[in-house]
T-cell receptor, first 113, second 114 residues
C-alpha cells in the first residue's frame, strides 16, 4: 500500500462550491504539506503543519484552509472554489527534522468550472 | 521573485548520452539541495540531495554538483535511459527557526530518445 494517499484522485466541481481534499499517511511523519502544481510554475506551497497543533501558511494560502485531524491526516479545503484553483494538488510528508526528502502522494487533479 | 530557477523547461537527449539539468538559486542562506523526479500521474519522488558542505554527491548514474560561489547546481545522468524521461524538480532549503521548508524550481522536462 502507498505510504501517502490522497482522495479523491480527480474532481470536477463548479465555481462557488466547497471542496475538501484529503491526505493520509502511514509513514509516521510529523510534518505534512500541501502543494499545488500548475503548468510551468512548479510546486508551490499552500500550507504546512509540523504537528497536530501547528499549522502554517505557505506561499499561496489565500482561498484555502487546512485541518490536521490527526498525525496521519491533513485535509485541504477550498471554501468557495474558483476557476484559477484548477490545478494538480499534492500532499507530502517529511520527518521531524524536515531537512531530508519529502514523500509525496499521487496527487489530486482538481478542475473548477 | 523566483529563488530557485530552472531556466530550461525541457531537454532532449539520446539514450546512452549524458543529461545535464541545471538549477540556479538566489538565496545565499540555502544550504541543502534536492532533486526530485516526477512521472505523469504520479507524485514527485526524491532522487538525490547535497549539502552545502559538499560540492559533489553521487548515486549510481546520478551525480549532483554544487557550485556555491555561482549559486548553481547541476544534475548529471550518465548514461541516460528512456526510463529517465520525466520532469525533474530542483529544490533548496534553509534553516528557518529550526525548520527546513524547501523552495522548488519550475521543473525541467527530460526526454530521452531511444
Amino acid at each position: 500500500d502507498a505510504d501517502v494517499t490522497q482522495t479523491p484522485r480527480n474532481r470536477i466541481t463548479k465555481t462557488g462550491k466547497r471542496i475538501m481534499l484529503e491526505c493520509s499517511q502511514t509513514k509516521g511523519h510529523d510534518r505534512m504539506y500541501w502543494y499545488r502544481q500548475d503548468p510551468g510554475l512548479g510546486l508551490r506551497l499552500i500550507y504546512y503543519s509540523f504537528d497536530v497543533k501547528d499549522i502554517n501558511k505557505g506561499e499561496i494560502s489565500d482561498g484555502y484552509s487546512v485541518s490536521r485531524q490527526a498525525q496521519a491526516k491533513f485535509s485541504l479545503s477550498l471554501e468557495s472554489a474558483i476557476p484559477n484553483q484548477t490545478a494538480l494538488y499534492f500532499c507530502a510528508t517529511s520527518d521531524l527534522q524536515g531537512r531530508d526528502e519529502q514523500f509525496f502522494g499521487p496527487g489530486t487533479r482538481l478542475t473548477v468550472l | 521573485d523566483q529563488q530557485v530557477k530552472q531556466n530550461s523547461p525541457s531537454l532532449s537527449v539520446q539514450e546512452g548520452r549524458i543529461s545535464i539539468l541545471n538549477c540556479d538559486y538566489t538565496n545565499s542562506m540555502f544550504d541543502y539541495f534536492l532533486w526530485y523526479k516526477k512521472y505523469p500521474a504520479e507524485g514527485p519522488t526524491f532522487l538525490i540531495s547535497i549539502s552545502s558542505i559538499k560540492d559533489k554527491n553521487e548515486d549510481g548514474r546520478f551525480t549532483v554538483f554544487l557550485n556555491k560561489s555561482a549559486k548553481h547546481l547541476s544534475l548529471h545522468i550518465v548514461p541516460s535511459q528512456p526510463g529517465d524521461s520525466a520532469v525533474y524538480f530542483c529544490a533548496a532549503s534553509a534553516a528557518s527557526g529550526g525548520s527546513y521548508i524547501p523552495t522548488f524550481g519550475r521543473g525541467t522536462s527530460l526526454i530521452v530518445h531511444p
